[in-house]
């Protein structure tokens, strides 16, 4: 079954500071959606707005046509994973996957290092561990959406090309919507790419866009 999740007419002020509007962005299963921007565009924001954990001045967020507010509430529908760890320190690795009703063979199927880690508590393993295992709970999830936040930062390069691989794999079976400052990962992976800037957001189709936008240069 084809999902469909679409933000429109988004307006977000922190006190004078506009930082949206009009902002308008959509995904549906079978697409990965990149966002590029420099810091303080709104990506993160918009992401938030999107899972319903952050309040704006207007947005109107349908997901299959239906009007939706808090999507985070509703189960089966959408996981987000942040630039910051979420899975608290204490939290053992294979009882998060139990938490989350997810099999912890798939992950050691695709990453099988990690077998070593999985009595170990989330704060005992690496940086790089933590975030790879934060990132599959949400992106491998039986879930219509995926939001994912900075996915290749912190990881070893080996694991940013198998996240990528999975990402291919799991938009089988989910839309998904994710940034990185590492922008050339986001063009080779999206099927579609935004540019945040100057408020609004534009779409994109290849590193010359984002120059002529203003956002890399060709030293970049």
């Known amino acids: 079954m084809i999902h469909r999740l679409a933000i429109d007419s988004v307006e977000l002020a922190f006190g004078e500071l506009e930082v949206l509007q009009g902002a308008y962005l959509g995904v549906q299963t079978g697409e990965v959606v990149g966002m590029l921007g420099r810091n303080g565009s709104g990506k993160t ?11 704006c001045r207007y947005r109107t967020l349908k997901i299959d046509d239906v009007y939706t507010r808090h999507a985070y509430r509703q189960k089966g529908l959408i996981r987000y994973a942040p630039q910051f760890n979420y899975v608290p320190a204490g939290v053992r690795l294979e009882r998060a996957f ?4 997810m099999d912890m063979a798939g992950f050691l199927r695709d990453f099988p290092e990690m077998e070593k880690c999985r009595k170990n508590r989330f704060g005992e393993l690496s940086g790089g561990e933590r975030r790879l295992a934060e990132i599959y709970l949400a992106l491998a999830a039986p879930v219509a959406f995926a939001l994912l936040d900075e996915p290749f930062s912190l990881v070893m390069p080996l694991h940013i090309g198998r996240i990528k691989e999975l990402i291919l794999r799991e938009k089988e079976n989910k839309g998904i919507i994710l940034t990185d400052h590492m922008y050339r990962h986001i063009l080779e992976i999206s099927d579609r790419v935004y540019l945040l800037a100057n408020k609004g957001v534009y779409a994109v189709k290849n590193a010359d866009e984002l120059q002529r936008l203003g956002y890399v240069s060709w030293k970049s």
């Not at 924001?45 to 309040?55: A, D, E, S």
């Not at 139990?98 to 009703?101: I, R, S």
């Open 45 to 55: 924001c918009l992401m938030k707005i999107i899972y319903g954990v952050l309040p």
């Open 98 to 101: 139990e938490e989350y009703d």
